[in-house]
Every structure is written in structure tokens, then in C-alpha cells.
């Protein structure tokens, strides 16, 4: 008898954003016609950017002719990739990472949630609470806890976001955590951590010989030059973290797939006798087991990011989703709500103090609206939502008076 991991019966029914589809979909076959306006899940509304397109074209073009195709590749992606990528998303800001060191794939949330597989089943994680589900689900689905209770499972460490500590939790008081999940600018608040908030965090690994997985998915939306824009440049930080990137929201690629791991040659790990092994080499090893690479013209597109045209590109479209922001938070302002975020992130986390479902269903049905319920990334969320930037100006503006008219 085939016999299911039953770690996956722990499990919510279903994963968050694909509940709120069902919702969605409810809504429109009831209302039939009727304009919807999203601006729940984060995927990005408008093209790639030109310099991205031209690169893709051109690196389909050469899979065309047998003197420039090419089969495989690196499964840790193509050196000309990763050498941008140390070049102008790492040396640019003073942190010294080799090519060697960066891993490309497909995605974050499949690297996020895949990296916990290097490590024993015993080890305590400590998780946010708001978090980006996939950290938690991923190790749920590992058997790495008991069953939930009251949107907590047994055996995680939850470390509590609110209002107060601005939605950085810090590591003072957390006992034994070995593996630490930090995501800055935050999913789903929007809250920036600074450089003493980090090396608090980095302290504490150093002092605990934990991980760090520190998701930098959103990085491009920073325009605070205080803000460090990678963990690395926090001194030590490469003894004790990896990190994830991606080109999803920085240029449009959440349907094209590219994205990136850093893990520094100095990142020590270690067995159960206390051997030490390089991380690095293990997640190379799983890397270039389970995955075969991103496709060549997906790397020449991502790597278009870098070129002078493409950072311009990529800086127009980034502030056109923070002009987004900025209008949403003007919006929320008005109508006498507190929020986090929407200043260096695409996401505005507005505390509206009701049951967040409830606030979803009322948002749909008044407004046709569709936001993310904030209890959907964890218990400290009740009470709030999430309203996404990713949208039109137009629909934007039309969805804010729509919400502000049905949170009266
Ligand atoms: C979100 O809305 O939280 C993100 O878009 C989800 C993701 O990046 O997978």
C-alpha cells in the first residue's frame, strides 16, 4: 500500500494565496461581469523591461543555429550571470562575494523553501509571525513539527511581529534556535530592518553557531540609502547567513523565473558529532542533483537587469509601483487607519482591527476589491491586511476609494 508523508495532513486545507483564488473565483461566478481589482498576491502588472525583452529575443535567437545553441547548462546558472550579479548587486555596496558562492534558480520561494532540507530533523527554527507562509509549510511538510493549535505549530519558534517592535522582532530572550528565517523589506509588512537591527541577529548566530535565511526578495524597492540592502554588510554575517534573491519583483520576472542564493564559502555547518561541513558544498550538491538550470535566454534577460539601460528600466518600474504605495498609504491615512510599510516595499500592512476574512470578504464584495487577509500569514495578522502595490495607477486610485468607502 502506497502509504502519503502524513506531515502533510498538519497542513492548512490550503495554501494561502491559492484559498484566496477560490474566493475570488466564488465572487466572480456570483457576480458575473462585475470589475475586480487585484491587489492581493504580489505578481507584478506591467511588462519586462525592454532591455530584458531584447536580451530574452536575442538569447532565443541563438537556440536557433547550431553554432550559438546550448543544451544544459551550469546547473548553478551561467558565469556571465554570476558575475553580475557579485559585481552590481554586492561590490557595489562594499560586500565581497564570489561568483563562485551565488547559486541561480528559478525562484526564492522554491529556494526558501527547499534550503531547510539540509538540515537534521531536530533542529529548532525560528520563524516571524507574520511570515511568508512557505517558511513555515516547508518545514511542516519535513516533519520538522507536531500539530497546529490555534495557528500555531507545536516545536516552531515563533517570534512575535507587532506594531510596537515595528515588525522586527528581536533575538533577545530566543532560546536554541538553530535555524532563523528573516525576510527584510518584510512579506507581508513592508518593515525595514537598519544594520544594528541585523547585527543583533548576526550576534546572536555567531554566539548560537545558528543559519540565517534572510529572504531579500523585495531589495529593489529600498530607497533608503541607511538601509543595509544585504545581510552581508553586516560584518560576519557570511560566517552565519544565506541569502535569497530574485528578479520577480525587482524586474518583472514573477512569470519568466529567475533568481539567485548566496551562500559564502565561510558559512560553516555541522554534523551531529560535530564535524564541520562548508554549506556551500552541500547545497551544491542538492542543487545540481534536483535541478538542471534556468534557461539560457530567462539568464540573458536577467542579466539585461545590469546593463545601464536595464538598471534605468528597473528603477522606472520600481518607482512606479512606489508611487503605487505612496498613494495607498495617503489613502489609508485618510481614512484614520495605522499601517507599516509602502515606504521601501510594495506592500502596505494596514491594522484595521476587524477578523481579516471577514475584511477580505467585505473588501471583495463592496469594493471588488482583492487584498491579503493578514491572518493568512499568521496569527499575529488577525486584525490586519495587506494591500499590494502591483497594479495599475488607474486601477490603483479606483480601488482605493472603493476600500475606503467599505471600511467605513
Ligand atoms: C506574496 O504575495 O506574498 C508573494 O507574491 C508570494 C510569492 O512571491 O510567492
Not at 550571470?81 to 562594499?94: C, N, Q, T
Request: charged share 25%; proline share 4%; glycine share 8%.
Amino acid at each position: 500500500m502506497i502509504q502519503i508523508n502524513e506531515n502533510y495532513t498538519k497542513l492548512q486545507a490550503s495554501y494561502l494565496f491559492v484559498e484566496i483564488a477560490r474566493r475570488v473565483s466564488e465572487f466572480q461566478k456570483s457576480n458575473p461581469g462585475k470589475e475586480l481589482i487585484k491587489m492581493g498576491i504580489g505578481d507584478v502588472t506591467k511588462p519586462l523591461p525592454k532591455a530584458c525583452l531584447d536580451a530574452f529575443h536575442s538569447g532565443v535567437d541563438e537556440m536557433a543555429s547550431e553554432d550559438s545553441f546550448k543544451g544544459y547548462g551550469p546547473e548553478k546558472g551561467y558565469a556571465f550571470l554570476r558575475e553580475l550579479i557579485a559585481e552590481h548587486d554586492y561590490k557595489s555596496r562594499g560586500v565581497e562575494i564570489s561568483a563562485d558562492d551565488i547559486f541561480v534558480s528559478d525562484g526564492a520561494k522554491c529556494d526558501t523553501g527547499n534550503f531547510q532540507e539540509l538540515f537534521s530533523q531536530d533542529i529548532k527554527v525560528a520563524i516571524p509571525d507574520p511570515v511568508y507562509p512557505v517558511y513555515v509549510d516547508t518545514n511542516v511538510m519535513a516533519g520538522r513539527t507536531g500539530e497546529a493549535t490555534n495557528q500555531r505549530y507545536e516545536g516552531l519558534t515563533y517570534m512575535e511581529g507587532t506594531l510596537e517592535n515595528g515588525f522586527v522582532p528581536s533575538p533577545e530572550g530566543l532560546e536554541n534556535a538553530d535555524l532563523i528565517y528573516l525576510c527584510y523589506p518584510n512579506n507581508p509588512t513592508g518593515a525595514t530592518a537598519t544594520k544594528e537591527q541585523l547585527k543583533a541577529w548576526v550576534d546572536y548566530a555567531k554566539a548560537n553557531k545558528s543559519l540565517i535565511l534572510f529572504d531579500a526578495a523585495y531589495v529593489a524597492f529600498i530607497r533608503d540609502e541607511s538601509i543595509p540592502h544585504t545581510i552581508f554588510e553586516i560584518p560576519g554575517a557570511e560566517e552565519v547567513a544565506v541569502e535569497f534573491r530574485s528578479y520577480s519583483k525587482t524586474a518583472g520576472f514573477t512569470g519568466t523565473r529567475c533568481a539567485y542564493t548566496v551562500i559564502p564559502s565561510a558559512c560553516k555547518v555541522w554534523d551531529s558529532k560535530g564535524n564541520e561541513y562548508i554549506l556551500k558544498d552541500l547545497w551544491n550538491r542538492r542543487h545540481s542533483t534536483k535541478f538542471n538550470g534556468v534557461s539560457y535566454p530567462v539568464q540573458k534577460a536577467a542579466a539585461a537587469v545590469y546593463s545601464p539601460e536595464g538598471k534605468k528600466q528597473v528603477k522606472e518600474l520600481i518607482d512606479y509601483y512606489l508611487n503605487n504605495a505612496a498613494i495607498i498609504r495617503e489613502s489609508i491615512t485618510d481614512a484614520g487607519f495605522e499601517y507599516t510599510g509602502g515606504i521601501n516595499s510594495p506592500y502596505i500592512w494596514v491594522k484595521t482591527g476587524t477578523d481579516s476574512w471577514a475584511t477580505f470578504d467585505t473588501i471583495l464584495n463592496k469594493a471588488g476589491v482583492v487584498i491579503t487577509p493578514g491572518t493568512g500569514f499568521g496569527k499575529c495578522g488577525e486584525g490586519y491586511i495587506r494591500i499590494s502595490a502591483f497594479n495599475s495607477l488607474e486601477n490603483v486610485r479606483k480601488a482605493m476609494i472603493g476600500i475606503s468607502e467599505a471600511l467605513k
